[in-house]
């Protein structure tokens, strides 16, 4: 009985150790660490306190192990996650630049990671959110018809939608895609988008325009606009507000916007307040850019709670 759950690409990520190793030179990697942004946004509900669910799928290899240990070990409900003695387990190569930007090679598309298909609801009609990413849309047109058909049906039940559209560029190879991006978008009550998508998407060239055009959607409650290192802009019908980042030593920014909104999630769910959901959400994603590693912070209620109370945004 889950309060959110989620639905997307289970991997595990390989990485260059330093900044500005590309990806086509011989060299060292790190890794494997359980990834895809689906997993680390649920890993941090269930590390927070609440129970959380994800469906996806990995392959009967180290690989899964790797994924399946991590998740069901923070509490993640993993019995609608499909294990595979066809395929291989995603993966994802990545590299950091020192200008802040990353560059990924995924293998995706013929593993499980993409396959799961919707489920029948039974046992999942208390779940408060259902969480989507756009980049799982983006894995493959069938898999994120899957995903859609899976939010209509929550939608139905009453659900509420939350969305992050987290394009990645080398996933967005189709119309077929984006499609997929606005029909989530029509049913989202919960949007967390970065600036530039939230431009993309809306194809408004201010952000107060694309906030505009985005409540124009009655289902519309929440954005939260992310920024990376500059924070984030909290906006409803009536109010906004702006917050600034914990400061920590950042190790690996991965993952960091996925449990913003694992976190955020919790704090809605336990009727915090807005600000208070804010600091909650902004705390669990400085935690996470502190360690190696796209879901190896060091978050928990106890942690965040420390963070919340010492920190000064």
């Known amino acids: 009985m889950a309060e959110v759950w989620i639905m997307g690409e289970m991997l595990v990520e390989i ?13 060292v990697f790190r890794g494997p660490f359980p990834s895809g942004a689906p997993a680390i946004c649920i890993d941090t509900v269930a590390r927070l306190g609440h129970s959380a669910g994800i469906i996806g799928g990995v392959g009967k290899d180290d690989f899964g192990k790797c994924l399946l240990d991590r998740l069901k070990r923070d509490g993640v409900d993993c019995s609608h996650v499909l294990e595979s003695d066809e395929n291989s387990t995603g993966c994802a190569f990545v590299t950091y630049f020192k ?44 898999f994120g018809k899957e995903i859609v058909k899976t939010m209509k049906a929550f ?12 394009i990645r560029p080398e996933l967005l190879k189709s119309k077929e895609s984006l499609k997929l991006v606005q029909e989530v978008l029509e049913h ?25 055009a985005c409540f ?3 289902n519309m409650e929440i954005i939260a606009l992310k920024n990376g290192s500059k ?11 702006s917050m600034g980042v914990y400061p920590v030593q950042v190790a690996d920014s991965t993952g960091a916007g996925d ?29 996470n ?25």
């Open 259 to 287: 449990s913003f909104d694992g976190a955020f999630l919790c704090g809605l769910i336990e009727g915090r307040s807005l600000k208070d959901t804010t600091c909650l959400a902004t705390a669990a994603a400085s935690l």
């Open 15 to 27: 990485m260059r150790p330093e900044a500005d190793m590309q990806l086509y030179e011989a060299g």
């Open 155 to 166: 939608y139905k039940q009453g659900t509420k939608i939350s969305f992050d559209p987290n």
């Open 216 to 218: 124009e959607n009655p």
């Open 231 to 241: 924070g984030c802009i909290i906006y409803t019908r009536e109010e906004s507000f």
């Open 99 to 142: 200008d802040g930007s990353r560059k990924f090679i995924y293998h995706i598309g013929n593993t499980p990671a993409a396959q799961a298909k919707a489920p029948k609801m039974d046992g999942m009609q208390d779940a408060k959110y259902f969480h989507i990413m756009g980049c799982s849309l983006m894995a493959q047109d069938a």
């Open 188 to 212: 989202t009550s919960v949007f967390l988008p970065g600036v530039p998508e939230i431009l993309q998407l809306t194809g408004k060239d201010t952000v107060e325009d694309a906030v505009k």
């Open 289 to 313: 850019t502190a360690a190696f590693g796209p879901m190896e912070g060091k978050i928990s209620k106890e942690t965040v709670a420390e963070m919340i109370a010492n920190g000064n945004l």
